[in-house]
């Protein structure tokens, strides 16, 4: 049993900052793949940011050099660090951990608002 609990939304103005972070309890292996999804209303879930246990990191093209995906290993928990935030990154945002063999786990949301 996995669980995920984010931390870290809110409301910001178009421009601003926000940092969300995610805490994995539960059987973490060594090997696995964190991420951050998000979903607007009426729109479908979409991948923001990953990064592989050992450091490999993919953005979505919208997000490229405005949000930076970390993790600590030792506290099994991945950051989303967003910067210049826009009024279209508003969104439900989801932490999820990928492992091998096993189905994937999802935290229950955070919201972010950014208003213009």
């Known amino acids: 049993q996995v669980q995920l609990v984010e931390s870290g939304g809110g409301l910001v103005q178009a421009g601003g900052s926000l940092s969300l972070s995610c805490a994995a309890s539960?059987?973490?292996?060594?090997?696995?793949?964190m991420g951050w999804y998000r979903q607007a209303p009426g729109k479908q879930r979409e991948l923001v940011a990953r990064?592989?246990?050992?450091?490999?990191?993919y953005y979505a093209h919208s997000v490229k050099g405005r949000f930076t995906i970390s993790r600590d290993n030792a506290k099994n928990t991945v950051y989303l660090q967003m910067n210049s935030l826009k009024p279209e990154d508003t969104a439900v945002y989801y932490c999820?951990?990928?492992?091998?063999?096993?189905?994937?786990?999802w935290g229950q949301g955070t919201q972010v608002t950014v208003s213009s």
């Open positions: 990064i592989i246990s050992g450091g490999t990191t």
């Open positions: 999820n951990l990928e492992r091998p063999g096993f189905l994937t786990s």
């Open positions: 539960g059987s973490i292996f060594s090997f696995n793949t």
